[in-house]
């Protein structure tokens, strides 16, 4: 075991270091309070280490200079700027009573020690007695650019046999590259990784999957790729069974074609959610393009290595989650994109079965067919002898021998591209993934949020004329960029376009729609339309993003709200498209993480919101917010809205509302928002 600073500290004052001897080990059980408003402000005092084990004052002592802090020190304005809430929400989900009390800095005196209840009342208690500790919590803020991973935030922590090193920052324990899978090669199913031992560092995202290099992962691809990420507010002690209840577990598959994408996209880290959410995060990688989906027609290599690989990831959870707080009973899937598509995929594996509970599902790219399951043989003919010719390798006596001796990064770059499953009969055994009530029986005590952004296609729409003097003129443009404007010329208003003065802000919007509706939004419609029809799930919440905002390597200028003198950075009431990805970074809270500049005074309050909700869902199933949840953890803006807004209802096939996600949204029919033309 490697020696502490801090307890070389404590020996060389000549201190006896029992307690502290375990090192970076973590006996005691830790939690991080804050009021997380995802605006990047909170301030060191407002937050504290919430030490569980019962100790004497001298124990919580050690305990605290162990994880380089000294007892929080009692501060009236602190206490009601962050500690007062966090610890009522303690006692909220009854970790905790009213009664309880909490050793802070102060004493020994002779009238006791300083002990703290969840009202902030602060009183003199015999030193020997055993209470929990508020420890200081001086780990700084991280951004997108900026972690500090030092020694003095560190923590082991023991999944099974194997200890790994992490760390903290203001707000989350982050454990980050922790292996799922052992190596597996290329082609190759994975297996959960299990049976380690030993000691592993998780300071830093693992390796992405071999993939091009783009505005996510710019190099470092490697095939050894099988890595997630855990963000956590809580971690239990290593030191038997907790007496706490485990968080919920948010259970993240990023989105990019299939192609694209690894835990390590900081649009999407999860410290913001875990914190504000008070629940444990996983962002996985898996196999990407042919690497991931490949079918061969030896009977051995049947495709579907990438859900394979998810499916793995998702066992690993299940086994050891619980070492890092979280429930392994209370897993939500949640995706965007190609991850959402993801979800769906696992709804409908058997292999899968027992291993979620929930999904979130963020653009579900149902329409473009990636859904029915051809048997692997037609992959083959289809797909495989094209890569194969691609890759020089169509007269090789071993095709797969063949494509093992190429560099990984030259298989992702040969034209043809392989991205969907196919019925092998063991990951996939239907034909399809139905949302008419057929869906293996597992999949109906699913609860689904999903949804999509008001107009997905725009972000797809490259620079072009929109300055057509007629519709009849902008669809020949259109069709010359190989789509149909047909259903546009044929029912204008359906599509927002004015039949005697369209305007070049109108094309643009009937161009995204045509775009989007196809892959998107038509296809999350039919599935939450069918899905509630036969009861294909246990409860559908189904949402619209009227209010997004694009990262900065993701949008063109129709996706961005209007720059304006007033709005150097975009004014989100005027009208801008609500483009595909655009709610990401708002989902994840992480606008102010990112760096993205403000455009309004509503974007960290939005960005609550939309958190809020989401955490309602992950804890309980359903998407209200507990309204005395809201008012124990202060967070009256998002109160006030949730008030205002009304209740998130299921959906229902005969009414076909949506809850509109917007500053000023609510349930409202899916037809009634004129599309583009709303900004909030």
Request: aromatic letters at 10%.
């Amino acid at each position: 075991m490697r020696t502490s600073l801090a307890l070389v500290g404590l020996v060389a004052r000549g201190v006896v270091a029992t307690y502290a001897e375990q090192e970076l080990n973590n006996r005691a059980g830790i939690s991080i309070l804050s009021t997380n408003n995802l605006d990047q402000t909170a301030t060191g005092g407002a937050t504290a280490l919430l030490v569980h084990e019962a100790l004497t004052y001298h124990e919580a002592n050690l305990q605290c200079d162990s994880l380089s802090e000294t007892l929080w020190v009692y501060n009236a304005d602190n206490f009601a700027d962050g500690l007062q809430s966090a610890l009522a929400h303690q006692v909220y989900i009854r970790d905790y009573t009213p009664n309880d009390l909490f050793w802070v800095s102060g004493g020994p005196e002779t009238c006791g020690c300083s002990a703290i209840d969840p009202d902030g009342q602060v009183r003199k208690v015999n030193c020997k007695d055993k209470l929990p500790a508020l420890c200081t919590q001086s780990a700084p803020l991280s951004n997108i650019n900026f972690e500090d991973t030092s020694a003095k935030f560190q923590i082991n922590q023991t999944a099974g046999d194997l200890t790994l090193t992490g760390y903290r920052d203001r707000f989350a324990w982050k454990f980050l590259g922790v292996r799922y899978a052992p190596v597996t090669e290329r082609f190759e199913y994975s297996e959960p990784f299990r049976g380690a031992s030993g000691h592993a560092w998780a300071l830093e995202h693992g390796a992405p999957c071999p993939q091009p290099n783009n505005g996510v992962v710019r190099g470092g691809q490697s095939e050894d790729c099988l890595f997630l990420s855990i963000w956590t507010p809580h971690l239990p002690s290593t030191e038997g069974p907790s007496k706490l209840a485990l968080k919920p577990v948010i259970f993240y598959i990023h989105g990019g074609g299939f192609r694209e994408g690894a835990a390590l996209n900081a649009d999407s880290d999860g410290t913001n959610i875990a914190s504000r959410a008070d629940a444990v995060v996983v962002s996985i990688n898996y196999r990407l393009g042919a690497l991931g989906y490949i079918a061969f027609n030896d009977g051995i290599h049947n495709g579907n290595a990438a859900l394979g690989d998810q499916i793995s990831a998702l066992t690993w959870v299940s086994e050891n989650i619980a070492s890092f707080g979280g429930d392994p009973e209370r897993i939500t899937l949640m995706g965007e994109s190609a991850g959402a598509v993801s979800n769906r995929w696992l709804m409908t594996s058997p292999l899968a079965e027992g291993l979620f509970k929930q999904a979130i599902m963020h653009s579900d790219g149902t329409g473009a067919n990636m859904n029915n399951f051809e048997p692997p043989e037609v992959s083959y003919s289809a797909s495989t002898l094209s890569l194969l010719n691609d890759a020089g390798c169509s007269g090789a006596e071993d095709a797969i021998a063949c494509l093992r001796n190429m560099d990984a990064m030259d298989i992702i770059g040969l034209p043809t591209q392989i991205t969907r499953l196919v019925r092998d009969g063991k990951y996939i055994v239907t034909p399809n993934t139905p949302s008419n009530g057929t869906l293996p029986g597992f999949a109906r005590n699913v609860r689904i949020m999903t949804g999509g952004t008001a107009e997905e296609g725009g972000v797809f729409m490259g620079s072009m004329n929109w300055d057509w003097p007629s519709i009849d003129e902008w669809a020949a443009a259109i069709r010359e960029r190989g789509r149909d404007p047909t259903p546009a010329v044929e029912n204008p208003e359906a599509f927002d376009l004015d039949p005697e003065n369209p305007t070049p802000f109108q094309f643009r919007v009937a161009a995204a729609l045509m775009a989007g509706m196809p892959i998107f939004t038509c296809g999350i419609r039919s599935h939450v339309y069918s899905a509630s029809l036969h009861n294909a799930h246990e409860a559908i919440y189904h949402f619209i993003y009227n209010r997004t905002y694009s990262e900065p390597e993701f949008t063109n200028e129709w996706c961005s709200a209007q720059i304006t003198e007033e709005y150097p950075h975009g004014d989100p009431s005027l009208p801008y498209l609500r483009c595909h990805g655009g709610d990401q970074v708002p989902s994840w809270g992480n606008v102010y993480r990112a760096g993205m500049p403000e455009r309004d005074s509503l974007d960290a309050a939005y960005t609550r919101l939309i958190l809020d909700y989401k955490a309602a869902f992950v804890w309980t199933g359903n998407p209200n917010p507990d309204h005395e949840y809201l008012r124990v953890r202060g967070y009256d803006s998002t109160l006030e809205r949730v008030l205002a807004a009304g209740t998130w209802e299921e959906f229902d096939s005969k009414k076909k509302e949506a809850m509109i996600l917007a500053w000023d949204g609510g349930m409202a029919p899916l037809d009634t928002d004129p599309i583009g033309t709303k900004g909030n």
